[in-house]
């Protein structure tokens, strides 16, 4: 059984940073891109970054580049989301994602989740 566990979560004040984890199990971890994506309250799911599985180069919305830092221990089957410089607009629930598929930027080509953790951004 797969498994995408997030953690890292919470409620940081503008400017602040954190750092999310996304520990996974059940799949070779290697073989898989990761992805982090979020979702806003009343917006659709929208792509934050994700890393590619065999050459380890990173790819960042707009939004995120300069600020965020996508990362991964493959020995530890693990993805990492490093934000800085956050603002009350980056509040939403942040999902890990796992796929194998090509195009790691695209929400229909997951082929698995997290669960999702509550990212909360004061002004």
């Known amino acids: 059984q797969v498994q995408l566990v997030e953690s890292g979560g919470g409620l940081v004040q503008a400017g602040g940073s954190l750092r999310l984890s996304c520990a996974t199990s059940?799949?070779?971890?290697?073989?898989?891109?990761m992805a982090w994506f979020r979702q806003a309250p009343g917006k659709e799911r929208e792509y934050v970054a994700a890393i590619i599985r065999t050459t380890g180069s990173t790819l960042y919305a707009d939004f995120a580049a300069g600020r965020f830092t996508i990362s991964r221990d493959n020995a530890k089957a693990t993805v990492f989301l490093q934000m800085n410089s956050l603002k009350p607009e980056d509040t939403g629930v942040y999902y890990c994602?796992?796929?194998?598929?090509?195009?790691?930027?695209?929400?229909?080509?997951?082929?698995?989740w997290g669960q999702g953790i509550q990212v909360t951004v004061s002004s």
């Open positions: 059940g799949l070779t971890f290697s073989s898989y891109h």
């Open positions: 994602a796992a796929t194998q598929k090509p195009a790691p930027g695209r929400a229909d080509q997951v082929d698995y």
